[in-house]
């Protein structure tokens, strides 16, 4: 019996359809940077500005030369944050090679008020606090959260096994997990014997970008699979999961197209109503 498809699409239309009304409300207004003209940017940016016009938000895209330096980067951010009609804004990953080192200096300077995609070290340190202080989190954990919970997934309790340990999924999903009462195990490129880890998993989470490295000998009958990890193939857009295999003994399993990423994309507009609710407070 093949496992319940997870759709994102699905997911992240309804969350979209419950943020309309408070979109008009609030008339948030998000920015998105853009530096270069790296294709699967380009993609994801196009998802992002065509999500805003669903819902009516406000919203910029502000494509910048790859010869951008690290202080015009820096003097863009700055105004950005000075900027009052910005709601919240991001700086799309990743930056062409020769700003990569600009990266934490630039994360750390993006307002944390404004830091809708949740990377920076205030909204990222406050998760550790509690689920009640998950006020900006990550979008693409976020994204998997609500999944989870729309199809009534419940986590307390279970084993969640993440594979892959960047601080902009794995990190913080093993947190927001924790917060919800998951025992949570991390697994990254020097775990010994990663199947024997995987194969413990009520919740399988990969999230590497090496398509096909999760097959069916590495996943629990049963379990729960949710594939954040995305590379292009000659084929196509492919995840971690070996799809067509691992769907015939998971339980539930998200596709790759289709599944977390239009997920990202909602939970970033969220974040961006959520800090205009949280900059409004404040004033």
């Not at 998971?250 to 969220?270: E, F, K, N, Y």
């Amino acid at each position: 019996m093949s496992a319940l498809l997870l759709s994102g699409k699905e997911v992240a239309d309804h969350l979209l359809k419950t943020l309309k009304p408070m979109v008009k409300k609030l008339d948030p207004n998000l920015v998105v940077v853009q530096v270069g003209d790296d294709p699967a940017s380009a993609s994801y940016i196009r998802q992002k500005m065509r999500s805003c016009e669903d819902v009516g938000m406000r919203h910029e895209h502000r494509h910048l030369p790859a010869e951008t330096t690290k202080e015009e980067l820096l003097t863009l951010v700055k105004e950005l944050n000075e900027d009052e009609g910005v709601t919240g804004f991001i700086v799309q990953l990743p930056l062409p090679s020769r700003l990569k080192d600009a990266v934490p200096e630039m994360i750390r300077s993006i307002d944390p008020a404004k830091d809708v995609d949740g990377f920076g070290p205030v909204n990222l340190g406050k998760m550790f606090l509690g689920q009640e202080f998950e006020t900006l989190p990550p979008a693409t954990p976020a994204g998997v959260i609500e999944m989870l919970d729309y199809y009534k997934i419940n986590v307390e309790g279970k084993h969640a096994v993440i594979v892959g340990h960047s601080n902009i999924v794995g990190k913080p999903l093993a947190v927001m997990l924790l917060n919800r009462n998951a025992t949570v195990t991390v697994c990254h490129i020097h775990t010994k014997d990663l199947a024997a880890q995987t194969r413990q998993a009520d919740i399988l989470c990969t999230a590497v970008g090496k398509a096909g490295l999760i097959t069916t000998d590495m996943v629990k009958p049963g379990a729960v699979v949710i594939d954040i990890g995305t590379s292009r193939t000659e084929e196509g857009l492919k995840g971690d999961v070996d799809f067509d295999a691992v769907k015939e003994i998971a339980s539930a399993i998200t596709p790759v197209p289709g599944g977390v990423g239009p997920m990202t994309v909602a939970s970033l507009i969220r974040n961006c109503v959520r800090a205009k609710e949280l900059q409004l407070s404040v004033q």
